[in-house]
């Protein structure tokens, strides 16, 4: 089992930064990949970043240049610090992992990310 906890989402204004973290825990493998995803209400949830257990980075072309992930292995915790947001950024964001021959993915509960003046 993996346990996947975020934190870090809140109200922010247009053009301002939030830092996003997500603390796996339990059967963690070393080879794997972490993520963040978005989901607005009536649309299917996006790939926003991601990053492998060697640090290989991909990102949205909505974010590239304003958010960057990274990664504390030793921790199995991923990190995404969202800087010069902008209303559209507004989601619910959701934490991966994703592992095994399999590519079994797992999703922590999600944490809001409002941008509005």
């Known amino acids: 089992q993996v346990q996947l906890v975020e934190s870090g989402g809140g109200l922010v204004q247009p053009g301002g930064s939030l830092r996003l973290s997500c603390a796996a825990s339990?059967?963690?493998?070393?080879?794997?990949?972490m993520g963040w995803y978005r989901q607005v209400p009536g649309k299917e949830r996006e790939l926003v970043a991601s990053?492998?257990?060697?640090?290989?980075?991909n990102y949205a072309d909505s974010v590239k240049g304003r958010f960057t992930i990274s990664r504390d292995s030793g921790k199995n915790t991923v990190y995404l610090q969202m800087n010069s947001l902008k209303r559209e950024d507004t989601a619910v964001y959701y934490c991966?992992?994703?592992?095994?021959?399999?590519?079994?993915?797992?999703w922590g509960q999600g944490t809001q990310v409002t941008v509005s003046s």
């Open positions: 991966n992992l994703r592992q095994g021959l399999n590519g079994n993915d797992y």
């Open positions: 339990g059967s963690i493998f070393s080879i794997n990949v």
């Open positions: 990053i492998t257990n060697s640090a290989r980075t």
